[in-house]
């Protein structure tokens, strides 16, 4: 059972960097991806970025492409997203996940079984 713990996130103004981190526990799926999805209040959770576990290769919504970059350390089960230029449309809850299967995109929440708990992140103007 994979167990997934964020942190990083705080309040910014506008233009300013944050790095968040995600470490997992337990056994991770090498054939699936791992990602970063985002939620404000009456909104749906939606998906910024994610990687796949055993290539690197990445993907990005469109609206961070360029600002933010995912990454990870496999030695140390650890997942991170550094978010830069940031804007106040970025302020979110942000949840690291782990995918259970493999229906959807690695950007649909779909395709995710086990989430971490949130770290917020405030962006002011």
């Known amino acids: 059972q994979v167990q997934l713990v964020e942190s990083g996130g705080g309040s910014v103004q506008a233009g300013g960097s944050l790095r968040l981190s995600c470490v997992a526990s337990?056994?991770?799926?090498?054939?699936?991806?791992m990602s970063w999805f985002r939620q404000t209040p009456g909104k749906e959770r939606e998906g910024v970025a994610a990687?796949?576990?055993?290539?690197?290769?990445?993907t990005y919504h469109p609206s961070v492409k360029g600002r933010f970059t995912i990454s990870q350390d496999i030695a140390k089960n650890a997942l991170y997203l550094q978010m830069n230029n940031l804007k106040p449309e970025d302020t979110a809850m942000y949840f690291c996940?782990?995918?259970?299967?493999?229906?959807?995109?690695?950007?649909?929440?779909?395709?995710?079984?086990?989430w971490g708990q949130g770290t917020q992140v405030t962006v002011s103007s």
């Open positions: 996940a782990a995918a259970k299967g493999y229906t959807g995109s690695c950007l649909e929440s779909r395709r995710y079984g086990t």
């Open positions: 337990g056994v991770m799926d090498s054939r699936n991806c």
């Open positions: 990687i796949a576990y055993a290539s690197d290769f990445t």
